[in-house]
């Protein structure tokens, strides 16, 4: 078809990872799925200075050969492939030295980084740090991890570190780059510049040639290395290109947000909740709230509260399924939708709930704690959970709208919480907004969309991209309703 092109998008996920073929017009996107294969972290013995433990790592061979077999499988259903990109999940990133990769990269949940955050607010305050950077000063961050790292002597040895999606682009084509996107995780990109903050890394004591050069989406990084092209049987040239690396960032992009008055919930294992801007905020009123400013697509600004998501049902899940029960979990959901709320709202902020773990348990001493009432059954405890989770995320849209000045006037959710449509309907009655669910795959989408538009198929501005999602897909609308 004239003006169609066909694109691979690699999407990794805190959970799962999947490769998309997209094909792409002006007036139509439609999308197949190649692969799709867990994303399970990997506990391993260590030891340090306080003796032996354990640390959180990810399966990044596992993570390549799923990207591999799926890149394989596009290229034999598209001969005409015009390209690929990456997009992952934020914060986390590999160790390069000449090359190779040194070790298994670490997972954001392990608990190594109390103590360089305290070193990290030493050199400078967080008041100082979210003024310069417009990020949310959390554990997770990659600055944190770094300076952790540089306390062991680690990057004494290192040569690189790259972003995940960074990581993958690079051994795809064997060029060292950083997206802006992506970057912008670290708590080191500057707010203002979008270049690398020199003052930060001089004061915490990071060599800057950790870091790679900067790239923005749109940029083409380099063909695919032979190897590769060998590996998935590609007889063609094929691009690959950076887009929005992180994958919220891809996601927003494919939210079919209105020009005004749109903000959006971007629902997966995390829950990233806020507005699409011009410019950053970076007043200490927002640092206060917990919200934070992330690189969008085309240099917007995600201004956000990073939050819970569907890890604490998704745990709550696998708890069960420990115990040797058997869950299924849209029946589950039905019977939430019918099951009395005679349980109180908890908060799902509380640290504890980032934690893996018995979720059901930890979330009853909750509840002992603060002498709240305990749901008895399991489809209570996931209403209970849906009813917490659209509580959060309506709160944060309110105060979206307090900080930015602008009122809210409908709530666009994509990912996968927008399948859950118990959630979407008590999100629209907790916020009094009406509520547009889908596309579930908007990461991908956004990734997509991107490599289009660097192709030459697609051009204009975001609003012109997500034309075409509004063009192919109709989200599904839930009213706010009077009834609890």
């Known amino acids: 078809m004239p003006g169609t092109g066909r694109f691979a998008a690699i999407d990794f996920g805190a959970t799962s990872g999947r490769v998309i073929l997209g094909e792409v017009s002006p007036t139509h996107i439609s999308t197949s799925e190649m692969s799709r294969f867990t994303n399970q972290p990997v506990s391993m013995p260590a030891s340090d200075a306080r003796g032996w433990g354990t640390h959180l790592h990810w399966d990044m061979p596992a993570l390549w050969q799923g990207a591999l077999a799926g890149l394989g499988r596009a290229v034999r259903e598209a001969p005409d492939l015009i390209s690929v990109a990456t997009d992952s999940w934020g914060v986390d990133y590999g160790l390069l030295r000449n ?72 051994w795809l084509t064997g060029r060292r780059i950083a997206e802006r996107t992506i970057a912008s995780t670290t708590a080191i990109l500057s707010a203002i510049t979008g270049e690398w903050d020199e003052d930060i890394l001089s004061r915490v004591g990071l060599p800057r040639g950790v870091l790679a050069p900067l790239v923005s989406p749109g940029e083409r990084i380099g063909p695919v290395l032979p190897a590769v092209a060998d590996a998935v049987g590609a007889s063609h040239h094929l691009d690959v290109i950076a887009v929005g690396a992180h994958d919220t960032a891809s996601a927003v992009l494919a939210a079919p947000l209105p020009e005004r008055g749109g903000a959006f919930v971007s629902c997966g294992t995390w829950g990233l909740v806020g507005v699409e801007r011009e410019q950053p905020l970076l007043h200490e009123q927002a640092r206060q709230a917990a919200f934070t400013n992330e690189r969008g697509v085309d240099d917007r600004f995600l201004f956000m509260r990073n939050g819970m998501g569907l890890w604490i049902l ?119 907004l009406p509520v547009y669910a889908g596309p579930v795959e908007a990461t991908a989408l956004g990734n997509l969309l991107v490599q289009a538009r660097t192709a030459g198929v697609l051009h204009g501005t975001i609003e012109d991209l997500r034309a075409v999602i509004t063009r192919t897909f109709q989200p599904r609308r839930f009213e706010p309703r009077r009834t609890p």
């Open 99 to 170: 090359g190779r990769l040194l070790g298994s990269p670490m997972h954001y949940r392990d608990e190594r980084t109390a103590e360089a955050c305290d070193r990290v607010h030493a050199a400078i305050p967080p008041a100082d740090l979210y003024a310069r950077t417009g990020i949310q000063p959390l554990a997770i961050n990659t600055l944190y991890q770094l300076a952790a790292e540089a306390s062991q002597g680690l990057l004494d040895v290192a040569d690189t570190a790259l972003l995940m999606p960074d990581l993958f682009s690079y």
């Open 314 to 432: 998704n745990e709550t899940i696998r708890s069960w399924e420990r115990a040797g029960e058997r869950v299924d979990l849209g029946q589950l959901i039905e019977e939430a939708a019918h099951t009395r709320m005679d349980a109180d709202v908890f908060d799902v902020e509380d640290p504890r709930f980032q934690k893996p773990g018995d979720m059901p348990a930890m979330i009853a001493a909750w509840h002992a704690e603060h002498g709240a009432r305990m749901p008895q059954t399991r489809a209570a405890l996931v209403r209970l959970i849906l009813e917490s989770l659209a509580q959060a995320f309506a709160e944060a849209i309110a105060t979206t709208a307090r900080m930015t000045g602008e009122p809210v006037s409908q709530i666009n959710l994509v990912g996968g919480g927008s399948r859950n449509w118990l959630l979407c309907q008590r999100l629209a009655d907790r916020s009094g």
